[in-house]
T-cell receptor
């Protein structure tokens, strides 16, 4: 299993500013991911955070808007840049880690609730 | 906590009833599916999974059914309890990339 923490848990930010969200996992993992969950909606994958190389972004997400760092196997950051109210969402970190009886499983952090005013 | 289910379809049941939550998926090539439960203020949590070589899998109080012909999954919860109240998502797992379905909010009244 894996235990994931995120900082901050929530924030209210002004438009035009940037926020960096931290994700810490209690064990070394190869795969780390960042998701966005807009109000009342499902989760959408933003990118896969690769250790030692640039993140792999999904269609509709770009590095300039969502720069990601992955300095080691237990930590990653996601920055939401030049924020607008449309960026108000919950941002979730997840990792793929061994799960008893079923190989690997994705574990999710508690999320960071971002409100942009 | 955050209400992630504000605009989602809602299923309301009485405690003790059986619940059935449905999900349609999009990729006919997907071969691994997972149901997640998301409580208010928390990230999704694994409930049960199924691979495409099966059409039914049972866990503790939960059963997942897979119909590949119509690309449909269902989650059955037996003897639903107030603690089961949450938003439920199905997801397709393709090479560790998860594609989530729309989600259903389950409300259980005592």
């Amino acid at each position: 299993s894996a235990v994931i923490s995120q900082k901050p848990s929530r924030d209210i930010c002004q438009r035009g500013t940037s926020l960096t969200i931290q994700c810490q996992v209690d064990s070394q993992v190869t795969m780390m991911f960042w998701y966005r969950q807009q109000p009342g909606q499902s989760l959408t994958l933003i990118a896969t955070a690769n250790q030692g190389s640039e993140a792999t972004y999904e269609s509709g997400f770009v590095i300039d808007k969502f720069p990601i760092s992955r300095p080691n196997l237990t930590f990653s950051t996601l920055t939401v840049s030049n924020m607008s109210p449309e960026d108000s969402s919950i941002y979730l970190c997840s990792v793929e880690a061994p799960a008893r009886d079923r190989g690997y499983e994705q574990y999710f952090g508690p999320g960071t609730r971002l409100t942009v005013t | 906590g955050e209400n992630v289910g504000l605009h989602l379809p809602t299923l309301s049941v009485q405690e003790g009833d059986n619940s059935i939550i449905n999900c349609a998926y999009s990729n006919s090539a997907s071969d691994y599916f997972i149901w997640y439960k998301q409580e208010s203020g928390k990230g999704p949590q694994f409930i049960i999974d199924i691979r495409s070589n099966m059409d039914k899998r049972q866990g503790q109080r939960v059963t997942v059914l897979l119909n590949k012909t119509v690309k449909h999954l269902s989650l059955q919860i037996a003897a639903t309890q107030p603690g089961d109240s949450a938003v439920y998502f199905c997801a397709e797992n393709n090479n560790s990339t998860l594609t989530f379905g729309k989600g259903t909010m389950l409300l259980v009244s005592p």
